[in-house]
């Protein structure tokens, strides 16, 4: 894993490389007793001729500089998170999966190491990179995946730290979604806070409907996380021809919609089975079609295709390692 920290005057020391361990830290670190901490995801894939491929990287360093402003911790430059990355793929580049069997996951970490007792910004911050192999995130794998609308607990509002990959964010969304699972659902889908009929987001990634040649998914204003497959998605159904819209999403037009999908790093793009609101089952897509007139299974193909390096980047997004 990458190792580098950062004291209090803002000033990284040069980081490197060690053994994957543990971390020691003092029982009043900032990010164990305020949370004084974000992450990020992405991975690295494996191509045909054995090429090791990252996507979009400088997207979520940006990404982790944004929540570090929000969270009063500085953050390492973008050079210094991409290069931190990919010295982290180099190292363990021998558990990067075979082609189509998954990918490495890395998962670069930004917290309050220093002991602070009062609220306070920490005296010292740690950023680190530590990888996984990984394959499906959810256990239906490739299949549809099955949400429950959540309309007693919120997951972010207004003003508050929604828009931003803080660690905080997290386990709140566990009650839900564990109530959820014991239901036989796969997760929860979250409502805005305050009115309660716009949807934002599921636990950890975004999600999209699809009504004839719009595509809409809800506007990222500080209660939504602005996912880099989300981003890449939105430019991708846009250059097919397809309306693509970013706005209030009421939860009668999920209902309405022909189809429904999530994305995000881990989940990369998922189809959506059905969406339980309140005592109403509703199943995707409305319309018998075949596998490959389906949105979501197109613009799956047309995305792991790019991040998997079996087509012409022309877009400039893979970085090789």
């Known amino acids: 894993m990458f190792v580098m920290k950062c004291n209090a005057n803002g000033e990284w020391h040069r980081g490197q490389l060690e053994p994957y361990g543990v971390l020691k830290l003092s029982p009043s670190a900032g990010v164990l007793n305020y949370g004084q901490g974000l992450f990020e995801?992405?991975?690295?894939?494996?191509?045909?001729?054995?090429r090791l491929l990252l996507f979009r990287p400088e997207e979520n360093a940006n990404r982790m500089i944004l929540g570090a402003q929000r969270m009063c911790m500085p953050a390492p430059s973008v050079h210094m998170f991409v290069d931190a990355v990919k010295q982290t793929v180099i190292a363990n580049k021998r558990w990067v999966p075979p082609v189509g069997k998954?990918?490495?996951?890395?998962r670069p970490l930004l917290i309050g190491s220093g002991p602070v007792l009062g609220l306070s910004q920490s005296p010292e911050y740690t950023f680190l990179v530590y990888a996984a192999p990984v394959g499906n995130y959810f256990k239906e794998g490739p299949d549809p995946i099955h949400l429950k609308v959540e309309d007693m607990y919120s997951r972010a509002v207004h003003g508050g730290t929604g828009g931003v990959k803080t660690i905080c964010n997290y386990a709140p969304v566990l009650k839900a979604q564990l109530a959820a699972k014991k239901e036989g659902f796969t997760d929860v889908l979250y409502l805005d806070a305050v009115e309660r009929k716009y949807i934002e987001e599921v636990s950890s990634c975004n999600i999209f409907i699809v009504k004839g040649n719009v595509i809409s998914t809800p506007?990222?204003?500080?209660?939504?996380?602005?996912?880099?497959?989300?981003?890449?998605?939105?430019?991708?159904?846009?250059?097919?021809g397809y309306k693509v819209e970013e706005r209030k999403v009421h939860?009668?037009?999920?209902?309405?919609?022909?189809?429904?999908?999530c994305t995000g790093t881990a989940v990369v793009l998922a189809p959506v089975g059905s969406i339980?609101?309140?005592?109403?089952?509703?199943?995707?897509?409305?319309?018998?079609?075949?596998?490959?007139?389906?949105?979501?299974?197109?613009?799956?193909?047309?995305?792991?295709?790019?991040?998997?390096?079996k087509v012409p980047d022309t877009r400039g997004w893979t970085m090789e390692v």
């Open 41 to 50: 995801g992405l991975k690295t894939y494996r191509t045909e001729d054995g």
């Open 219 to 240: 506007e990222a204003r500080g209660c939504i996380l602005p996912g880099v497959t989300r981003k890449s998605v939105m430019d991708i159904a846009q250059g097919l």
């Open 102 to 106: 998954g990918s490495l996951y890395l």
């Open 251 to 261: 939860i009668n037009e999920v209902i309405d919609a022909d189809e429904a999908f």
């Open 276 to 309: 339980t609101y309140k005592d109403t089952r509703v199943s995707f897509p409305k319309q018998k079609v075949e596998q490959h007139e389906r949105v979501a299974s197109n613009l799956y193909k047309l995305l792991t295709n790019l991040q998997m390096g």
